[in-house]
């Protein structure tokens, strides 16, 4: 019987420190979603399902959609977002677009009407302009998602691919050799 | 006299330069076609200050970057630029950049500089002005903007190192320049040292080369001002490099991330010091280097005075061509030069040599590597006491962060783990691609950090504005179904005194017509 | 012109794989020839057999990974590993011993794990260790010294023992190692200075041991000069088991042996100078390598001296393979420009 009541007393104090310890010594995690959203290429361009890149990060965190939905990020963010994760690798998605080499948008200023229907539609506010008034692309901020395309009721605007500079050249990694 | 330390590391190589330093130094005539690169230092395009056909003297701005540290791009020689190419740039990638192309026009006309030989009563601003105007950039092979690097510093320079220290193979332009120009070297330094206020300031040389070391005691000797130090540093590679050069000079560290400003120290090569001493004293603007032409591949190995834009097959075609055993053309030196597959390319600020190299002269790259030992041989060389194993795993299987954590940042690509490594594993190669991969990716993640931050930015704007909407909406629909409007019932007043008055206006029919259609 | 493109540096490189290889094998033979002198031809035949077990296994397992074989084999180091195992074993084992044993440090101790550079386990220790604890009797069986031997056995009669394991004609071949000895009869109570008298032993270590690991020092020194080993982890091993050997000794002369003895018996040079510095398995920085050599030393001694083996060196080796990862984590130098 007392031994009982000893081993009670114990376990019942023993769980308030872990109760009390747990609350005080609680340190702020991240939490995942802005992990995984600072993993995504913040193009805002909609492909993988959701309306921007934080509604998708909600939607992994929530295991909710799968973590190979993203073109913009390519292979190389599905990795990022495996590791982080603790998940299996998977390809690209193709039903959610194929991965492109890096391209912005290019406004034909012959052809524009100036309706400003590319400026509701940019989701970083990349173009400037205004009603029956001249518009073009702010180069350095377009992130090349194509949302500004199907918009355009005189598709005056292309996409170009991002030129290969010395400034933006990769130094070729050695062949991974034999062995 | 100075104690010099010794820097952790470095390779005892054999110089191979003998061979370019038999003749002087040869002024190469002025090519028919001179081929400009419209480049920034950081790799983007710059753009065209003229239009083509326009007349440039020597020395005129044909290009610049948006970028304040990049220096204007200038006309080598007078004449005509008769068009703007895509033309291979002096770059490891063998890229294409916009070229600008000069036809001299054979008279040489300079811009109008005055020359300062009273520079010391001139002001800091000024002087780094006409460094500015003359186009200088370091001769070293890095090109760094020199009138930005000496306005960088915050703090007083306390040391200004002349570096002489030619450590890598088959270079000698500094030797040579040393050995007939010492004077003007030594002019230079004085203009650096009084503009940077330095308290001391030194030339370092390597203690093999005794007929440089000569010329240049000569020349101190010969000046009455006594402030400038010679310093013979030992001869292993890579004390030329400014990192090593400091901390053999003065045994302080360049801080990680740093520059040597941080610690009080400016380093300059000799050549940059002449460019510097012409551009103050004669007014003359930086148009041609001294590079050493040499290797196995060429008839003629020697070091020559070429104009910038002068493209690399006429320089060699100068000194007396291609021989039979011409297998690779380097730019540069055999540890830290590109390789370039054509001789369609100009002379920049950066090409201090050009090494033609037979196959027994260079390694042969395609034999397969084997496997690491973890030797660790490759840490016993490393200048900057790196890791080279850890960071070569972790590049390998792209774990960039864990590569990050071994300090690849620090590399200096000198290659010496390269060369010592028993396996013949291309390290240096790895660390550069995981480099520039590093670059790539912060530049992303600051490119996505923008896109982000615009994006929410918009969100706010739009859901402010739907807010408004809503609101002002709101407002209307209960004013309206409350019934007590002032603005309607005003505007009801209004509308019918409208009318009143239009009818008013309208003249009155005569009684007549109307009882006439009564009867 | 158009020329190839190849990438910095250029120059030819300056050390080469199976030159170090070789080096290492080169330095076998003072070691080598020493024991042939002392303990007959077997050693020979040994590794003879032991080359032809590693080439040939070598060359399956690379074929069977997939892997180019000719230019793995060039590099030497299997035959180094088979080598070293067979001059570690007793000359006059028999051949499936040493064919067994070099195909486990092949296969298991190397292969299983990517091959050459992969492996965490020293192969021809990991290969001692298996054949120690699978085979007891037949690796504690030495040969006695030939100095000692009435008749000498001829080569013939050696290749009869090895090939046809029947060890009962020739009583008085084999013996306990001279480490061996001191370890059972200190257990049995009786003093050091009386064990040491007996034939066995000479004036330092044992009769032929003591030049067979003065030929090991040899070939050592001669590595160091040619540097392509280290010094750091021979001398922090000798160093730690002189030190380790000395404290006790002084303490108590009767029950602990000198520490020349210790120096120049069993595999102490060997494993100082061949096996410990193999670099695929030790710590890589320097710090690491003065710990690790110092750990192995005192490990080698608390084997030997309170241990259930007689020689520790491949434990001892094994063990701090495994501690060898760790060493380095923790002692990375200090990178210019930074504070540590």
């Known amino acids: ?179 | 006299m100075l104690s010099l330390e010794r820097f952790f590391g470095g390779l005892f190589l054999d110089g191979n330069k003998r061979v370019s330093t038999q003749t002087p130094i040869r002024d190469m005539p002025l090519s028919q076609r001179l081929m400009i690169p419209l480049v920034q230092r950081n790799g983007l395009e710059a753009h065209e200050l003229l239009p083509i056909g326009s007349r440039v003297l020597k020395g005129t701005a044909i290009g610049g970057g948006s970028n304040p540290m990049d220096p204007w791009i200038l006309a080598p020689t007078s004449g005509y630029l008769k068009a703007i190419e895509q033309y291979t740039l002096p770059h490891p990638s063998g890229l294409s950049g916009k070229t600008w192309v000069l036809e001299p026009d054979g008279l040489d006309e300079p811009i109008h500089l005055p020359a300062l030989k009273h520079y010391h009563t001139l002001t800091t601003e000024a002087l780094i002005n006409r460094i500015e105007q003359a186009g200088i950039t370091g001769l070293g092979g890095a090109a760094f903007p020199t009138a930005a690097k000496f306005k960088s510093p915050l703090n007083a320079i306390d040391t200004l190192i002349i570096n002489g220290a030619e450590c890598e193979p088959y270079i000698t332009c500094d030797e040579a320049l040393m050995k007939e120009r010492p004077d003007l070297i030594l002019q230079g330094a004085y203009i650096a040292a009084h503009l940077l206020k330095a308290t001391q300031c030194l030339i370092a040389l390597e203690n093999d080369k005794y007929d440089a070391i000569g010329a240049v005691t000569t020349a101190l000797n010969a000046h009455k001002n006594r402030t400038i130090e010679l310093v013979k540093v030992p001869s292993i590679y890579p004390v030329g490099g400014e990192k090593q050069l400091i901390k053999t000079i003065t045994g302080r560290e360049v801080p990680s991330g740093g520059i040597p400003a941080d610690i009080g120290i400016l380093c300059i090569n000799v050549g940059t010091c002449a460019a510097i001493a012409r551009a103050v004293l004669c007014g003359e603007p930086l148009h041609s280097r001294i590079v050493t032409v040499t290797g196995q591949g060429v008839l003629n190995p020697q070091n020559v005075k070429v104009h910038f834009g002068t493209p690399l097959a006429d320089v060699i075609a100068f000194c007396g061509g291609y021989t039979e055993k011409a297998t690779q053309l380097i730019l540069g030196g055999p540890m830290m030069g590109f390789s370039v597959s054509t001789d369609e390319i100009p002379i920049a600020h950066n090409v201090n040599t050009l090494l033609i190299a037979g196959s027994k002269e260079i390694r042969d790259r395609e034999q397969p590597s084997s496997p690491c030992i973890r030797c660790g041989d490759c840490a016993t060389v490393c200048p900057m006491q790196l890791t080279p194993q850890q960071m070569y795993w972790y590049v390998k299987s792209d774990q960039l962060d864990r590569a990050v954590d071994y300090h690849l940042s620090d590399c200096i690509e000198c290659g010496s783990c390269d060369v010592v490594c028993p396996s013949h594993i291309p390290l240096t190669q790895f660390f550069r691609s995981g480099k520039t991969q590093l670059k790539l990716k912060e530049h992303g993640l600051q490119m996505a950090e923008r896109a982000r931050l615009r994006f929410e930015d918009r969100q706010v704007r739009l859901d402010a504005s739907e807010r408004e909407k809503a609101a002002a909406l709101l407002q209307r629909k209960t004013k309206l179904e409350q019934g007590t409007n002032p603005e309607i019932q005003q505007a009801i007043e209004r509308a019918k005194h409208k009318r009143a008055e239009k009818l008013k206006q309208v003249a009155p029919i005569p009684p007549q017509l109307n009882s006439g259609s009564e009867d | ?340």
């Open chain 3, 1 to 340: 012109m158009k020329f190839a493109l190849t990438t910095a540096p250029h120059l030819t490189p300056m050390k080469h794989l199976d030159e170090l290889m070789r080096s290492v094998i080169l330095a076998l033979v003072p070691g080598i020839t020493a024991l042939v002198m002392a303990f007959g031809p077997g050693v020979l035949i040994q590794c003879v057999m032991a080359i032809l077990t590693a080439v040939i296994t070598e060359g399956v397992a690379l074929r069977l990974r997939g892997r180019p074989i000719l230019i793995r084999l060039k590099d030497y180091s299997a035959v180094l590993t088979g080598i070293l195992l067979a001059i570690s074993i007793p000359p006059l084992s028999p051949w499936w011993l040493i064919v067994f044993g070099t195909t486990i440090s092949l296969i298991i101790g190397k292969h299983i794990y990517g091959g050459l550079g992969y492996n965490p386990f020293n192969p021809a220790m990991l290969g001692y260790a298996v054949l120690l604890i699978a085979f007891p009797k037949n690796m504690t069986a030495w040969v006695t010294p030939s100095e000692l031997l009435s008749s000498i056995p001829s080569l013939q009669e050696l290749i009869e023992i090895i090939f046809n394991p029947n060890l009962s004609h020739y009583d008085g071949l084999t013996t306990a190692t001279p480490l061996d000895t001191t370890r059972t009869q200190l257990g049995m109570q009786r003093l050091l200075d009386d064990i040491h008298s007996q034939k066995i032993f000479a004036i330092i270590g044992g009769k032929g041991w003591q030049w067979a690991n003065a030929g090991f020092l040899v070939g050592g020194l001669w590595l160091l000069k040619q540097r392509m080993i280290s010094w750091p982890i021979p001398m922090s091993f000798l160093g730690a088991l002189t030190f380790c050997s000395l404290m006790f000794h002084l303490s108590a002369p009767t029950v602990y042996p000198n520490p020349l003895f210790h120096l120049f018996t069993g595999g102490t040079m060997l494993g100082a100078f061949f096996i410990a510095t193999d670099p695929v398995t030790a710590a890589t920085t320097p710090k690491g390598r003065l710990i690790y050599g110092a750990l192995i030393g005192v490990l080698v001694f608390v084997i030997r001296s309170l241990g259930g083996y007689p020689d520790g060196v491949a434990f001892a080796v094994l063990l701090m393979n495994l501690a060898a990862p760790t060493i380095d984590h923790y002692s990375q130098p200090r990178t210019y420009g930074h504070q540590k």
């Open chain 1, 1 to 179: 019987m007392l031994a009982v009541l000893v081993v009670t007393i114990l376990f019942t104090g023993l769980a308030g420190l872990l109760a009390y310890s747990g609350q005080r010594l609680n340190i702020e995690t991240k939490p995942i979603t802005e992990s995984i959203n600072s993993l995504l290429p913040q193009t805002q361009c909609g492909q993988c399902g959701y309306p921007g890149c934080r509604p998708y990060a909600e939607a992994i965190s929530k295991q909710e959609a799968d973590i190979n939905r993203c073109p913009p990020g390519g292979e190389e963010t599905v990795r990022s977002l495996a590791e982080l994760l603790g998940l299996e690798f998977k390809p690209l998605d193709e039903a959610h677009g194929i991965a492109k080499p890096p391209q912005v948008a290019f406004i034909d200023e012959e052809r524009c009407i100036g309706c400003t229907l590319c400026i509701q539609a940019c989701p970083v506010d990349a173009i400037i302009g205004a009603s029956r008034l001249m518009h073009t692309i702010i180069t350095a901020e377009c992130t090349g998602c194509e949302l500004c395309i199907p918009p355009c009721p005189v598709d005056c605007i292309d996409l170009l691919a991002i030129p290969n500079t010395p400034a933006n050249w990769r130094s070729p990694s050695p062949e991974k050799s034999a062995c």
